[in-house]
DNA sequence: AAGAGGATGAACT
DNA sequence: GTTCATCCTCTTG
């Protein structure tokens, strides 16, 4: 019933096409014996090189990117601000710097030890909603860069538990803050499950929406 | 060696 | 709507 995604799914060339793929899957993960999940309810693909957005834009290598040109399946976390460990699965084959970033998800699993982990009473949508959020609610830090996610004992991974997201219920827009990002700032890249309470974005993220027709990519409002 | 800035979140007014 | 915490990474000199 629940299945580690594998290599096949994550070493997929199309990033665009895994990122609406993991809509529906299971991010877990196991540390000190402490199991915790949530469903993903939100994503964003980066494309390097041609995505200026993108931490591998241009080709961009250095010791904290390096790991978004290992093969598929791999985990890249970064700190932002200096406070936030940003979770993103690397796709594609080795050289292909393509990563989507878990932006939001649905806690599911040991939702208690989620609560004590971000110092939440009760349960609302903060908890999870967010991509800084979601990694604290989680555990995962910057020191689990890198992880083969596919790996049958890696503490981080993600299952398919067998939901299906239809692409009518998916909502689609520009990504979130990467408006210096130019042109590729307009880029319909952030992908959301349209009736879901856990989706981040405090209003203003919520407009220029359209929503997935088909799968050949053409969008509609 | 130094400085700017970031794929955010929370607490304000 | 605005402010700011906080620190690593990368660029520049």
Same mark, same amino acid.
């Given at each position: 019933?629940?299945?580690?995604?594998?290599?096949?799914?994550?070493?997929?060339?199309? #990033?665009?096409?895994?990122?609406?793929?993991?809509?529906?899957? %299971?991010l877990?993960?196991?540390? *000190?014996?402490?199991?915790?999940?949530?469903?993903?309810?939100?994503?964003?693909?980066?494309?390097?090189? *041609? *995505?200026?957005?993108?931490?591998?834009?241009?080709?961009?290598?250095?010791?904290?990117?390096?790991?978004?040109?290992?093969?598929?399946?791999?985990a %890249?976390v970064?700190?932002? %601000?200096?406070?936030?460990h940003l979770f993103n699965?690397?796709?594609?084959?080795?050289?292909?710097?393509?990563? #989507?970033l878990i932006?939001?998800?649905?806690?599911?699993?040991?939702?208690?030890?989620?609560?004590?982990?971000?110092?939440?009473? /009760? #349960?609302?949508?903060?908890? /999870?909603?967010?991509p800084?959020?979601l990694s604290?609610?989680?555990?995962i830090?910057?020191?689990?860069?890198?992880?083969?996610?596919?790996?049958?004992?890696?503490?981080?991974?993600?299952?398919?538990?067998?939901?299906?997201?239809? *692409?009518?219920?998916?909502?689609?827009?520009?990504?979130?803050?990467?408006?210096?990002?130019?042109?590729?700032?307009?880029?319909?890249?952030?992908?959301? #499950?349209?009736?879901?309470?856990?989706?981040?974005?405090?209003?203003?993220?919520?407009?220029?929406?359209?929503?997935?027709?088909?799968?050949?990519?053409?969008?509609?409002?």
């Amino acid at each position: 019933m629940a299945a580690r995604l594998s290599t096949d799914f994550y070493r997929r060339s199309d #990033v665009v096409q895994v990122s609406r793929d993991l809509l529906g899957k %299971y991010l877990v993960t196991l540390f *000190d014996g402490e199991l915790t999940a949530g469903r993903i309810v939100e994503t964003e693909a980066y494309r390097g090189p *041609d *995505d200026k957005a993108c931490h591998a834009w241009n080709n961009r290598l250095t010791p904290r990117t390096r790991v978004m040109y290992e093969q598929g399946g791999h985990a %890249y976390v970064y700190l932002c %601000y200096g406070i936030h460990h940003l979770f993103n699965v690397v796709t594609a084959g080795e050289g292909e710097a393509h990563a #989507v970033l878990i932006r939001a998800i649905e806690p599911v699993d040991n939702i208690e030890l989620m609560l004590a982990r971000r110092g939440f009473g /009760t #349960v609302k949508r903060q908890l /999870t909603a967010g991509p800084g959020a979601l990694s604290k609610a989680l555990g995962i830090t910057t020191a689990y860069s890198g992880v083969p996610l596919w790996s049958a004992d890696s503490p981080i991974w993600i299952e398919d538990r067998g939901d299906r997201i239809a *692409d009518a219920d998916i909502g689609v827009s520009a990504r979130i803050g990467v408006e210096s990002a130019g042109e590729c700032a307009l880029w319909p890249w952030r992908f959301f #499950v349209g009736a879901s309470p856990w989706v981040s974005g405090r209003g203003r993220e919520r407009g220029r929406e359209y929503r997935i027709c088909g799968n050949d990519h053409s969008f509609s409002k």
